[in-house]
C-alpha cells in the first residue's frame, strides 16, 4: 500500500507465478524482435544466406541452451532470467559470431584453404573472445553475490548465457562454417576431376 488520497488499496492473494507468466508474456515480442533485428544486420553484413541461417540456428540453440541448463541447476523463473537475459545472450552471442565468422572470412579472401583459414582466424581473435567471455562471465556472476533470489538466478543465468554464447556461436558457428567449405571444396574438386577423366 502506498499513501492513497482517493481510493484505498489491498492486495489479497496477488500470486507471484502469474505475474511472472504474464512478465514473459510481454516479453516476447522483444526477444523475437532482437532476433530479427540481429539477423538482419548479420544479412546486411555478410551478404550470405547461409551465414544468417546458421547464426538464426546457433541463437535458437543458445535459447534451449540457456532454458535447458537453467532448469538442470534449479533456477527459478522470473522476469528477469526470461525476459532480460536472453536478449543479452542474443546480442553478446551475435557479437562472438560475427568477429569470428569475419576473421575466418578475412583469411579465406587471402586464399587459404578452409582448415587454414579457421587455424588462422581463430588463432587471431580466440584470445580476444576468451576475454570477453570470461569478463563477461565474472560481471554477471558478482550478481550472486546479492540476497536477493531474482538477482542471484540473474547473474547465475547470464554468466551461462555468456559462456553458451562464446561456445555455440563464438566457437562451433566458424567450426560449421569450415566444414561446410571444406565439403564444398572437395566436392567441386571431385567434379572436376570427373570432368577431366
Known amino acids: 500500500r502506498g499513501k492513497q488520497d482517493t481510493y484505498r488499496l489491498w492486495g ?35 551478404r550470405s544466406i547461409r551465414v544468417v541461417g546458421l547464426m538464426a540456428l546457433g541463437l535458437g540453440s543458445m535459447i534451449i541452451w540457456l532454458k535447458g541448463i537453467s532448469n538442470l541447476i534449479g533456477l527459478d523463473s522470473s522476469s528477469t532470467l526470461d525476459f532480460v537475459v536472453p536478449i543479452a545472450m542474443i546480442s553478446l552471442g551475435a557479437d562472438f559470431g560475427i568477429h569470428a565468422i569475419s576473421r575466418y572470412r578475412e583469411e579465406r579472401r587471402l586464399g587459404l584453404n578452409p582448415r587454414g583459414s579457421f587455424r588462422v582466424g581463430m588463432t587471431g581473435v580466440l584470445g580476444a573472445l576468451s576475454l570477453a567471455m570470461l569478463t ?62
Do not use: C, H, Y
Not at 538482419?40 to 555478410?46: R, S
Not at 546479492?146 to 559462456?163: C, D, M, P, R, S
Open 12 to 46: 489479497i492473494v496477488i500470486d507471484a507465478s502469474l505475474e511472472i507468466q504474464d512478465e514473459v508474456g510481454t516479453a516476447v515480442p522483444f526477444i523475437i524482435a532482437a532476433f530479427f533485428m540481429v539477423l538482419a544486420v548479420v544479412g546486411i553484413m555478410f
Open 136 to 197: 563477461d562471465s565474472v560481471a554477471f556472476l558478482a550478481n550472486a553475490s546479492a540476497e536477493i533470489e531474482t538477482v542471484i538466478g540473474f547473474g547465475i543465468g547470464a554468466a551461462l548465457a555468456t559462456f553458451g554464447a562464446f561456445i555455440i556461436l563464438g566457437l562451433t558457428l566458424p567450426l560449421v562454417m569450415m566444414r561446410l567449405d571444406a565439403w564444398k571444396e572437395t566436392d567441386s574438386l571431385d567434379t572436376l576431376s570427373e570432368d577431366n577423366e
